[in-house]
């Protein structure tokens, strides 16, 4: 395990997958999501078999995230690694709604931060977020993140189109404000 100040990061397991498949029920928790339908339990297990062999070979880096007591809130992870460039893409989902808003995500971006940067050897860890999801940026960037560019019109949802902010944090800017204030 990779412990934070709140959270802890472990493995997946495929007994997570049940709690995963309602999380992805909830529209709210789907709303920042590039997965706009609900997951089949099925749906889940073809999703966990192909993560094995991503992280096989070593193409991701993906953990359940748990509160220090054990509960299980969400996962995140860095996808599409590329060793060459030292980069990768951060996912994160906090699914369990009274987590949200009090630190967790943070605390578990932090720690995966300590994760890509001390032991994985990254240099640029980036992200995509809808440019309406607020509470994500402002978390994103307490951590370090830093707004580069905007994708317009890259997404349709809720009837209309909507832009994307592309963030990222370098190694060097991370350690400068990797302890929570």
Excluded at 170 to 175: A, D, I, M, R, V
């Amino acid at each position: 395990m990779i412990i934070g100040e709140k959270i802890r990061l472990r493995p997946i397991e495929q007994d997570d997958l049940p709690r995963f498949t309602e999380w992805f029920g909830d529209p709210e928790v789907r709303r920042y999501l590039m997965q706009y339908l609900p997951f089949s339990l099925a749906q889940e297990e073809r999703w966990f078999e192909n993560l094995q062999k991503r992280l096989e070979r070593r193409e991701a880096a993906v953990l359940a995230i748990e509160t220090i007591e054990g509960v299980l809130i969400g996962n995140i992870g860095l996808h599409d690694i590329n060793w060459k460039n030292r980069s990768a893409e951060l996912g994160i989902v906090i699914g369990e709604r009274k987590y949200w808003s009090r630190g967790y995500g943070t605390d578990a971006i932090r720690t995966m931060l300590k994760l890509a940067f001390h032991e994985m050897n990254l240099h640029r860890v980036f992200l995509r977020v809808d440019a309406d999801n607020g509470r994500g940026i402002r978390c994103y960037e307490k951590v370090g993140f830093q707004r580069e560019g905007i994708l317009r019109e890259t997404g349709f949802k809720m009837g209309g189109y909507f832009d994307q902010y592309i963030m990222s944090v370098l190694e060097s800017e991370f350690e400068g404000i990797s302890e929570p204030a």
